[in-house]
Nanobody, 115 residues
Framework: QVQLVEFGGGLVQAGGSLGLSCTAS????????MSWYRQAPGKQRELVAT???????NYADSVKGRFTISRDNAKNTVYLQMNSLKPEDTAVYYC?????????WGKGTLVTVSS
């Protein structure tokens, strides 16, 4: 079993910044890929960013140049630094990983960007 707990989120004005973190705990030794997804009201959940244990990153086109994903392997923690936020970034942000062939999701944290 893996538990993912997100921290951060909240209300920010457009153009502002916000940071999220997600810590994985449980009976794990290594986790390879950790990701952030988001789901806006009335929309499907979408991939925001991914990072491998080795630090290889991938971003959705909509956040490239504004968001940065990073991780601390020793702490099994992944971060998402969000800059130049836009109202369309408003969503519930979820941490995700797949370990031992099982998908794990955090409960999500709400990010609201006001115009």
């Amino acid at each position: 079993q893996v538990q993912l707990v997100e921290f951060g989120g909240g209300l920010v004005q457009a153009g502002g910044s916000l940071g999220l973190s997600c810590t994985a705990s449980g009976n794990i030794f290594t986790i390879n890929v950790m990701s952030w997804y988001r789901q806006a009201p009335g929309k499907q959940r979408e991939l925001v960013a991914t990072i491998t244990r080795g630090g290889i990153t991938n971003y959705a086109d909509s956040v490239k140049g504004r968001f940065t994903i990073s991780r601390d392997n020793a702490k099994n923690t992944v971060y998402l630094q969000m800059n130049s936020l836009k109202p369309e970034d408003t969503a519930v942000y979820y941490c995700y990983t797949r370990w031992s062939s099982v998908d794990y999701w955090g409960k999500g944290t709400l990010v609201t960007v006001s115009s």
